[in-house]
């Protein structure tokens, strides 16, 4: 089975771009994550969605960050305008999330470099 | 709110030896998930093992194993017999319903 595909791997971009981060969760997970890791804020949660919905985004920095599910094999987390303080790694992850949950699955990540 | 504490920053240890890697959390839900991640220097988040808030024995996987004393709401990850590729970054993380929160990492250095 494919794990969680995450586009790019790496990207160099400008500030004040717009910049659009792409998952594929695993088949059959029904709960999507986005996270970001800095080395002086660790790995921070910044929204999560159940069933295509989201439910928390209250880790979102600010309004230049906005992600979407459309549907149940695609998310996208988009940064407009772009700053250098946004450099990171995006890291995507899925679950199946019931009455057990299990434990998450994580892309590679997406390497963000903001100049 | 859910909170998570890895107190140890950075860790050596001798091959061979087994390590213990710290975590404390604070949650006031009773039902909840425990998760050791391991990041090698490749960058990947690997899944090493789980607790869950109910579970009466503590969890082991291989080389791994969890050491859940809930009364002092701890889940200290346990090492034995270490070995060069176990040098990494090693994440707790927390699950209250949906929402999973980490700490900030232990890196561990194993010496030949």
């Known amino acids: 089975d494919a794990g969680v595909i995450q586009s790019p791997r790496h990207e160099v971009t400008e500030m004040g771009q717009e910049v659009t981060l792409r998952c594929k969760p695993i088949?059959?997970?029904?709960?999507l994550f986005w996270y970001r890791q800095t080395m002086m804020r660790g790995l921070e949660l910044l929204i999560y969605?159940?069933?295509?919905?989201?439910?928390?985004d209250s880790g979102m920095p600010e309004d230049r960050f906005s992600a979407k599910m459309p549907n149940a094999s695609f998310s996208t987390l988009k940064i407009q305008p772009s700053e250098p303080r946004d450099s990171a790694v995006y890291f995507c992850?899925?679950?199946?999330?019931?009455?057990?949950?299990?434990?998450?699955?994580f892309g590679e990540g997406s390497r963000l470099t903001v100049l | 709110a859910q909170k998570i504490t890895q107190t140890q920053p950075g860790m050596f240890v001798q091959e061979k030896e087994a390590v213990t890697l710290d975590c404390t959390y604070d949650t006031s839900d009773p039902s909840y998930g425990l998760f050791w991640y391991k990041q090698p220097s490749s960058g990947e988040m690997i899944f090493l093992i789980y607790q869950g808030s109910y579970d009466q024995q503590n969890a082991t996987e291989g080389r791994y194993s969890l050491n859940f004393q809930k009364a002092r709401k701890s889940a200290n990850l346990v090492i034995s017999a270490s070995q060069l590729g176990d040098s990494a970054m090693y994440f707790c993380?927390?699950?209250?319903?949906?929402?999973?929160?980490f700490g900030q990492g232990t890196r561990l250095t194993i010496n030949p």
């Open positions: 992850a899925s679950s199946y999330s019931g009455v057990y949950t299990g434990e998450l699955f």
């Open positions: 969605f159940n069933n295509n919905v989201p439910i928390d």
């Open positions: 088949s059959g997970h029904n709960s």
């Open positions: 993380a927390m699950r209250v319903a949906q929402k999973l929160v």
